[in-house]
Structures are given as C-alpha cells and as structure tokens.
C-alpha cells in the first residue's frame, strides 16, 4: 500500500521511517563473498550524540529537583528520590513535546518533499530540552522547535545542508521572541511554591554583570559559596536543564571524541579561545568582570555544553582540520566578549554559534587557498 502505485504511496517514507525504527533489516549480507562494512552510519552516528547527551539530561533531571528544593528551604542530598521525581515530572514533558513537535514537522516535509525522514532530529529533539530553563512553558518548546527545524533545517534542503545549528536556532527565536520566558530569574521551577528569604534564582552571570552595573569590584566574591568553582564545575547552580555541569559535559565529550563522532579539536579549541579572552581581560582589567579569573569562564553558563554539543555539530562547523581550531578558537572569544562587554545578554555561547556557524564555510575557503597556494609554489615544472 504504501510502496509506488499503492493508494498510500505518498506515505512511503513515514511507514519506512517507523519500520526501519522498529524492525532490523529481512535480509543481510551473506558470510561469504566479498564485502565493504562499515561500522557507522546516520543513525548510529545520530544516537552515539543522544548517549553521549545522557549524563547532562540525567544530571538536569536531579539539579530540577535539587535546585527547587533548596528554593524552598528542604535541603536534600543531590542523588535523592525526591530530586529525581521532582526534576522527571518537569524534564520528561519538555523532551516529549519537543521531539512531537519536531516529529511531525519532520514527517510533514517528508510527505511534502517525499524525502526519507532523516535521523538528524534524534539529536535536536534532546539538544532543545537541555538548553531551556525548566519553567519553560512547553507550548514554546513546541513552537522554538518546530521554528528551528523548519526554518533552521528545512528551508535550505534538510539534514546535512543547514547553515545553522538547529537547537541555537529554537533557542534564538525563544530569546529574541519571549525574553521574559529564558531570561531573568527564570531558571528555577517552583512549582507555585514560595521561595525561602533571601533566595535570588539569578545565574552566575547574572551576578557578575549586576556587580558591574552597581560599582562593585569583586565578582568572584559577589558570586560567594554557592557559586563556587567547585560549584560551577560539578554543576549544582540554577540554569539551563542540561547546561549546568561542567564535569558531565565533559563525559560527553569523552564518549563523542572516543568514538570519533565529535570533533576533539573544535571542543579544545573552543575552551582555549574563551580562556585566552579572559585572560586578555584580565590584563585591561577595566572592570570587575574583566578582573574575573579566566578558568571560571570555563564553567559559567552554557560554554562547556556549547563546545562539546552544539560547535561539533558537523554540518554547521568548519570542516577543514585548521579551520576548526579558527572556529573554535574564535566562538570561545566571542563568548567572553558577548558576556563581559554586553551587559544585556549576560550568555554568549548561542550568539557566537550562531555567527561561526556563518563564517564557518569561509574559513574552509580561505584555508583550502592558502594550502592550495603552498602547494603551487613547491610544485616544479
């Protein structure tokens, strides 16, 4: 019915989609004879990044409950039941409607297109969910999702030929969109409870800039015991679902270089760009966010979960082994900049992935002429 000629052959690929989802391939290639096997392809690419996003999702499933109890005055250990039901009740529905929603755009441009329903968006439908606050109303998450498949992907010909990396592109449009929904003290899920005295829901970054905006001129003590390094680097601080912890960023970064699916010299370089701009900072040392010591702008914010999981995105990023240390080493600069230098974006890993993202085809270029130059003038007549 559904193949050519069938009354639901429009549906082609929507049924092959489910099926080759659900059930292994009838046939397989035989023992003998000769053979090319290649241990990777799409899909398996694909879900080597969602396991690899997993210590993140699991990690944001606790600190939702974690986070919430402490607003509310109940302290708890990090591993405890009740962090981990709280953090699930509001985690899993952001998940779900974003790969809903992002599923039946997907499928409709299959239909429309009568193209294969493409694996890419295994990797979006978990990236949404880890980069919005848990207060995020899903209908948003619906809507940033289906904005950034379709006009983030879709429109330039679907998975491979984006331009931008589709999960900034949904958080972009949630940002420019409804600011009051993903920033602010937004970053904490009290579920209609009242907060204890004294409690602020403010990020790190946050603070910083407010030390700067009302003359202070420490910000490593404005930021106090909770936002300690320590603190900032395991991850137990308000924030984006999966983009609080530094340490399990870096579990996925293992996973994601180790099988060879993530690019080990664009998340170095990356790191190595931001800590480079801090430290130039440092020495102008204008500023109380200036003075901040370099190795905390490694784990404040989104950097580490935007270097590993969203700069690696191998369509958008620079393809070129040079041109990815170029690109990395310029997002992580950008970043610093963004956060110190505007004081009304606070972040700045999505804007500076999304302006690489850009840039990045032209960085390929000029490094292929210049190699394509050095090889002419050795070349001999």
Known sequence: MFEKGGKLEKLYYLFEAGETFM?????????????????????????????????????????????????????????????????????????????????????IFAVIRSHPLNEGFLVTGMLIPLIVPPTIPLWQVALATIFGVVVGKEIFGGTG?????????????????????????????????????????????????????????????????????????????????????????????????????????????????????????????????????????????GLAFGAVFMATDPVSAAQTETGKWIYGILIGMITVLIRVVNPAYPEGIMLAVLFMNVFAPLIDYYVVEANKKRRLSRATV
């Open 161 to 301: 030929m984006n331009v931008l990396n589709v999960a900034m592109t949904a958080r972009a449009f949630l940002y420019f969109a409804y600011p009051s929904q993903i920033s602010g003290e937004v970053w904490t899920q009290m579920a209609g409870e009242t907060a204890v005295d004294a409690y602020s829901g403010a990020t790190a970054l946050a603070i910083a800039q407010e030390t700067v905006t009302s003359g202070g001129s420490d910000v490593v003590a404005a930021l106090g015991d909770f936002f300690s390094f320590d603190n900032m680097l395991w991850g137990y601080i308000p924030g984006s679902i999966g983009e609080t912890s530094t340490i399990m960023a870096l579990a996925g970064a293992l996973i994601l270089i180790a099988t060879g699916v993530g690019s080990w010299k664009i998340i170095v370089s990356v790191f190595a760009g931001a800590f480079a701009m801090g430290t130039i900072f440092n020495l102008a040392g204008a500023n109380a966010f200036m003075d901040l010591p370099a190795h905390y702008h490694l784990v404040i914010g």
């Open 23 to 107: 059930f292994s391939p009838a046939s397989t290639a035989k023992k003998t004879g000769v053979q090319i096997r290649d241990a990777i392809d799409l899909k398996r690419m694909m879900m080597t990044v969602v396991i690899a996003m997993v210590p993140c999702l699991v990690w944001g499933i606790f600190n939702v409950g974690y986070q919430h109890h402490l607003a509310v005055g109940q302290v708890t250990s990090f591993f405890s039941v009740d962090n981990l039901l709280f953090g699930a009740r509001w985690v899993i529905p952001i998940v779900l409607v974003s790969y809903i929603a992002g599923g039946v755009a997907e499928g």
